[in-house]
């Protein structure tokens, strides 16, 4: 059970943007859910504005007044409608390893979220030893994940917030055919021949309230109006999502038009090893949390997941200290928590792959584990993907300029 919380207020602001009390303890539930509505309340003026800008914007792209700047090769988005961990990331790897694994040259290009690149057109290759402050949590993780399956460099992840520039650069410096835009559902600076939408349980709380949960940043979770789905190649669906997206378009959230002959998958994690945070290259039984007191702690964007996939382990008992997404450990942070576990009486301690290159330089003798995770999709996403490949030997000719 998802109960210990280390709040801070950033946290607290994302869980009321998302609705999210997953992670919150039963006493203060009904305090938050009070608190959390009048803040939304107070908000709402903002989200018109923010609906706004975001239908003018949207609008110039699709009349054709703005035009995205189309990279040589095939591009491959994936992306979400709404704040907070929706899964592209672990989708993103997968893909890129679906890719690599049809011989096609691939890379990843990213924005580097909370990264400190000196210039906005400063193009970073992510390596294993690149500091997470340097090139951001996700990016980073990437590359690892890549890295401990892969040859080193086969499939390079990128980082810049001109994403175009570091796509030239993929495909001069490492004659890249495929490109993987990740998080690029609202990055329409870029063209791209296939659209991927992935939407976690629940979308994000949007089957909650219907009268709040779809509105706009900053009063409720959506990047931009639950129509813009119509933009989607594709949809990929977290568990009990597609039940979800039903009462959507029943209740008019959803035009049935907006996903009308869209390809629709199912997807899921399944933990895939477990080792420890100084020695990645040495698993241990995944039996290993069977049947024990597992104390955990994240700084993701969808801790419930993490729960639950850890639920799945059948562990004796289970806490989860959660941590902002994108969070940036320090000294007392993991004091509190060899604290708490050892207060819960834990056998062992967990964490995620995102977060293990921020709390590994912070880490002495303490020994804590890394649990990986990958996502199961059916077959036919595969054959989706495999279109892009026969498309990916026609490289354009015509570049646009930066």
């Given amino acids: 059970m998802i109960c210990n919380q280390a709040m801070s207020l950033r946290l607290f602001l994302e869980q009321i943007v998302t609705q999210s009390e997953a992670s919150m303890g039963k006493a203060n539930s009904r305090s938050f859910r009070r608190l959390s509505a009048l803040f939304r309340y107070l908000l709402i003026p903002f989200s018109w504005i923010f609906g706004l800008v975001v239908s003018c914007r949207n609008g110039l792209y699709d009349l054709g007044w703005w035009r995205p700047k189309r990279l040589p090769g095939q591009v491959i988005s994936l992306g979400n409608i709404t704040i907070g961990g929706a899964g592209k990331t672990p989708h993103v790897v997968y893909i890129a390893k679906l890719l690599h694994q049809q011989g096609v040259r691939v890379a990843i290009l990213a924005s580097g979220y909370r990264s400190r690149a000196k210039r906005r057109d400063q193009v970073i290759v992510v390596s294993e030893?690149?500091?997470?402050?340097?090139?951001?949590?996700?990016?980073?993780?990437?590359?690892?994940?890549?890295?401990?399956?892969?040859?080193?460099?086969?499939?390079?992840?990128?980082?810049?917030?001109?994403?175009?520039?570091?796509?030239?650069?993929?495909?001069?410096?490492?004659?890249?055919?495929?490109?993987?835009?990740?998080?690029?559902?609202?990055?329409?600076?870029?063209?791209?021949?296939?659209?991927?939408?992935?939407?976690?349980?629940?979308?994000?709380?949007?089957?909650?309230?219907?009268?709040?949960?779809?509105?706009?940043?900053?009063?409720?979770?959506?990047?931009?109006?639950?129509?813009?789905?119509?933009?989607?190649?594709?949809?990929?669906?977290?568990?009990?999502?597609?039940?979800?997206?039903?009462?959507?378009?029943?209740?008019?959230?959803?035009?049935?038009?907006?996903?009308?002959?869209?390809?629709?998958?199912?997807?899921?994690?399944?933990?895939t090893r477990l080792y420890s945070i100084h020695q990645p290259s040495q698993t241990v039984s995944l039996d290993q949390i069977r049947r024990q007191r597992i104390f955990a702690f994240c700084g993701i964007g969808n801790p419930a997941s993490f729960g639950e996939t850890l639920k799945n382990q059948q562990p004796d008992d289970l806490q989860v200290m959660v941590f902002a997404d994108h969070h940036q450990y320090s000294k007392s942070d993991l004091g509190r928590i060899q604290s708490e576990a050892s207060r819960f009486g834990a056998d062992m301690i967990l964490t995620t792959e995102k977060d293990r290159p921020k709390v590994t330089p912070l880490v002495d003798q303490q020994i804590i584990y890394v649990l990986a995770i990958e996502p199961v999709i059916q077959d036919t996403f595969k054959q989706l993907i495999k279109s892009i490949v026969a498309k990916s030997g026609n490289v354009f000719t015509e570049i646009t300029p930066i």
Wanted: charged content about 15%.
């Fill in 129 to 271: 030893s690149t500091p997470v402050t340097r090139c951001g949590d996700e990016p980073l993780m990437m590359a690892q994940q890549l890295s401990a399956t892969l040859p080193i460099g086969d499939v390079p992840v990128l980082v810049c917030r001109n994403r175009y520039r570091a796509g030239l650069v993929a495909v001069r410096q490492f004659q890249s055919q495929v490109l993987i835009l990740d998080d690029g559902f609202q990055h329409r600076q870029l063209a791209r021949d296939l659209d991927i939408v992935v939407l976690n349980n629940g979308l994000n709380g949007l089957s909650t309230s219907q009268s709040r949960s779809n509105r706009l940043l900053p009063a409720g979770p959506l990047r931009e109006p639950l129509s813009q789905l119509r933009r989607a190649g594709a949809i990929i669906n977290r568990p009990n999502q597609l039940n979800t997206l039903s009462g959507q378009i029943q209740s008019g959230f959803i035009s049935a038009a907006a996903l009308s002959r869209k390809p629709v998958f199912t997807s899921y994690y399944r933990p």
